[in-house]
């Protein structure tokens, strides 16, 4: 079991029965035989809802509830300016994220990629979104 930063952030959750019937109880959906995407810093389950294929995030016990309604502030204002993010899945009560035994648990849509960042021309072709990003953040608070 990962424990990142020598036990200071706490482990990196894994699924328990009580972790999926609460996901399942929020969101409608089940966790309990989704494929683990690996993560540092926290859970990524790829499952889906029926429709399309989510992430539930599961975060370290480390990390606040504030600082992930933060992160979704971000995401919202990137999508607002046009900068393609994955889209929100919102509980069943229309709740961004929910906290599950002191673990702040959100979903989003899975978005695939058809390749990998790891050439010079694919990273230079992200560099106006990059700026775009930055723009787009320095007018936040």
Do not use: C, W
């Not at 990390?63 to 919202?76: F, G, K, N, T």
């Amino acid at each position: 079991m990962d424990d990142a930063g020598t036990g200071r952030r706490g482990r990196r959750p894994a699924v328990t029965s009580g972790l999926a019937d609460a996901v399942k109880a929020a969101y409608g959906f089940s966790v309990s035989s989704a494929k683990d995407l690996g993560g540092s810093a926290n859970l990524n389950l790829l499952t889906d809802d029926g429709q399309r294929r989510v992430v539930v995030r599961v975060y370290r016990a480390s990390v606040p509830v504030a600082r992930v309604a933060a992160i979704q502030r971000v995401r919202e204002v990137l999508a607002g300016g046009g900068v393609p993010v994955a889209a929100p899945v919102h509980t069943g009560a229309g709740e961004p994220f929910v906290e599950i035994d002191g673990l702040v648990v959100e979903a989003e849509t899975f978005v695939e990629n058809d390749a990998r960042m790891n050439t010079l021309d694919r990273v230079a072709s992200a560099m106006p979104l990059l700026g775009q990003v930055h723009t787009l953040l320095a007018t936040t608070g």
